[in-house]
T-cell receptor, first 114, second 112 residues
Framework: NAGVTQTPKFQVLKTGQSMTLQCAQDMNHNSMYWYRQDPGMGLRLIYYSASEGTTDKGEVPNGYNVSRLNKREFSLRLESAAPSQTSVYFC?????????????FGNGTRLTVT | KQEVTQIPAALSVPEGENLVLNCSFTDSAIYNLQWFRQDPGKGLTSLLLIQSSQREQTSGRLNASLDKSSGRSTLYIAASQPGDSATYLCAVKRFGTYKYIFGTGTRLKVLA
């Protein structure tokens, strides 16, 4: 019962470095999401993918890019990391075509940019 | 624009108390509302999902209600236990979108 798997769990970057956060789900879900969580700010949507082959911007997309590689995988890329991107990043998925389908989360990636 | 508010931000109660957590939203055109639990350093775990057409959902000691007309949902926890200590978040999904909007959560501490 893997659910939503995120890698890596922890990462430290220097300003200007790039990295890709990986996310995979094994529940055959259509929709996938990337959120960031910061103290006092709650979870904010970065990008989402309603279905394979589509991606859309959320509330805070600047500085990020995404790829919906296939139905299972949705990656988040930081091209040039900045200290403001220090955060905990969560990937989530759901079966988009049902109002009774809950959102499932991975365990998060804790990113520090120095 | 949908806004979701959770008050209080933090709550401490003695073990055994029944308690209510609140979630308010500004746009009543929601598809569903979910309550989540988050333990420190962990991801979010879905507790209950209430569809737009429903008034409440129950799971064990948890009961969530939904009143769209007033823009409110409550999570009732019966006979609280120290293991219930966590942050509880609500999220709403609006009709016609794929997005979930989250509240900032209520940090609950149940004292033994």
């Amino acid at each position: 019962n893997a659910g939503v798997t995120q890698t890596p769990k922890f990462q430290v970057l220097k300003t200007g470095q790039s990295m890709t956060l990986q996310c995979a789900q094994d529940m055959n879900h259509n929709s996938m999401y990337w959120y960031r969580q910061d103290p006092g700010m709650g979870l904010r949507l970065i990008y989402y993918s309603a279905s394979e082959g589509t991606t859309d911007k959320g509330e805070v997309p600047n500085g990020y890019n995404v790829s919906r590689l296939n139905k299972r995988e949705f990656s988040l890329r930081l091209e040039s990391a900045a200290p403001s991107q220090t955060s905990v990043y969560f990937c989530a998925s759901s079966a988009a075509d049902s109002s009774n389908s809950p959102l499932h989360f991975g365990n998060g990636t804790r990113l520090t940019v120095t | 624009k949908q806004e979701v508010t959770q008050i209080p931000a933090a709550l401490s109660v003695p073990e055994g108390e029944n308690l209510v957590l609140n979630c308010s939203f500004t746009d009543s055109a929601i598809y569903n509302l979910q309550w989540f639990r988050q333990d420190p350093g962990k991801g979010l775990t879905s507790l209950l999902l209430i569809q737009s057409s429903q008034r409440e959902q129950t799971s064990g000691r948890l009961n969530a209600s939904l009143d769209k007309s007033s823009g409110r949902s409550t999570l009732y926890i019966a006979a609280s236990q120290p293991g219930d200590s966590a942050t509880y978040l609500c999220a709403v999904k609006r009709f016609g979108t794929y997005k979930y909007i989250f509240g900032t959560g209520t940090r609950l501490k149940v004292l033994a």
